[in-house]
């Protein structure tokens, strides 16, 4: 008899519905044959699924069955199929009727013992389920995570019987509570503030700026000057998240597998800091089960690139891409997988090989070759997706000394949140002004006549790319958001062309 089972694969940060169809008592030799492109770890699911069976009570069928995972071009991975199949199973092979079987998606993996194990994309399953109105029954353990999807109906089960109990009708269970965003944010857990910084004004006001419209930001400066300090500050200095951008950090922790254990559910936005060793994979996203990279998981947060000009060549060649698009596509075979990676990245490095270049006393020792040859580690068309370039002085003595208190990050983030819901309101699916479309830069950048002027001034006097114009525009853009000024003033925009550093030729 024919049983179908409706169970979901991720695909990125997405689900696809998957039909998984059992058919047991079939004529022929004695197997268990799985097909629709699964992959190696569902081919050995058979040895878990029928010791499940046989050590939850159940029998296993003495004829040959098949299992379809449909439809067959999209390649089935990880373990999420084994708890459909056994439910699939255990109906097909007349053990258990269970009526309503298809208003139910099911995922989960077995154990020996027939216990059901966490999988990753609990959440996204959530959502997936509430898009397709159906209800979702899951391993216990990965309900923490979706239970965070509100308007479905999600039942976690911990073992097969339960599971088998449940859908018969036998036991009762309730829905899993929704679990409350607001409730769940509390209090920022920021152990640091911008309050401990000393000094260091032009760097300040340079991220508050990067922040405040969205804009990567890169930071030149002496050894111990504070970039790093500054740049682990910013998560404390930004809005806190809105509930769909919250779910959608989420779905990429979820499909990376990060949630499991209710752990790491992140109410803040993400601050990720990869070492320079970090391999392409790592950072942009990849694997043979395509996971996520660090640059996903920054999304609606900061991605800190610390000694960037460390980090190997070609892995900071391939952010060019998804830094322009927001989002990292991976190629597999036929499909193309989807990671979303909408974050603002910010780059630290020194002036030269020895860190002093610049400084006062002459310390630099580096050979002009040497310099030329570290700064070309990072190529024009990076730098160019760096909207604001800063060059941070050491710190000097007077202010380290200094006992007055410097602003702190509440105060700071007042400011930047102002900026923030001016952009929400005004740019086009309220994007931040790093993101504004081309149109959006004709229609909110408009300079007067004397800004126009000082434009080409600029352009022509310091050899500015004509690559770097929009990004000037959108700069001043936010710094007159800062100042909640609708047009953008010859000050604005001063401050805007002197951010453009590394242009010069
Ligand atoms: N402006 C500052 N105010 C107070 N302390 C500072 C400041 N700048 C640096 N420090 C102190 O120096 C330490 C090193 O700073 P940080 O790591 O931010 O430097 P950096 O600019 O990132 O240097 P590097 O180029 O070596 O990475 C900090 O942990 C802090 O104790
Ligand atoms: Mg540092
Ligand atoms: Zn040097």
Known sequence: ?????????????????????????ERGD??????????????????????????????VPRTRTTVNLAPSYIKKEGSFYDLPIAIGVIQSSGQCHFDG????????????SGKIREIRGGLTFAIHAKNYGKKLLLPLESANEAAF????????VNNLNEAVKFLSGEMELQPLKHRSFDGAVGERKHHTDFADIRGQFVMRRAIEVAVAGGHNLLMIGPPGSGKSMGARRIPGIMPMLTFDEFLETMSIYSAAGLLMSGENACFERPFRSPHHTISNAGLLGGGSIPTPGEISLAHNGVLFLDELAEFRKVTLESLRQPLEDGEVIISRSARKIKFPCNSMVVGAMNPCPCGHLGEPGNRCKCSRLDVQKYR??????????????????????VDIQCKLPCESSATIRERVEKAFSIQRKRNANGACNARMQHSEISKFCGLDVASSALMEQAMRQLFLSARAYDRILKVARTVADLEDEERILSGHLLEAIQYRSLDRK
Do not use: W
Request: glycine fraction near 10%; charge should be negative; include cysteine.
């Open 30 to 59: 004695l197997k268990f044959i799985i097909v629709g492109l699964p992959d190696t770890s569902i081919k050995e699911s058979y040895d878990r699924i029928f010791s499940a069976l046989l050590n939850s009570g159940f029998a």
């Open 149 to 156: 999807v509100d308007g479905v109906q999600i039942f976690a």
């Open 1 to 25: 008899m024919l049983s179908i089972v409706q169970s979901c694969a991720l695909s990125g940060v997405t689900a696809v519905p998957i039909a998984v169809e059992v058919n047991a008592g």
């Open 376 to 397: 070309a580690r990072i190529s024009g068309p990076l730098v160019d997706r760096f909207d604001i370039h800063v060059h941070v002085q050491a710190v000097p003595v």
């Open 101 to 112: 079987l298809g208003d139910f998606i099911i995922a989960g993996e077995l154990g020996l």
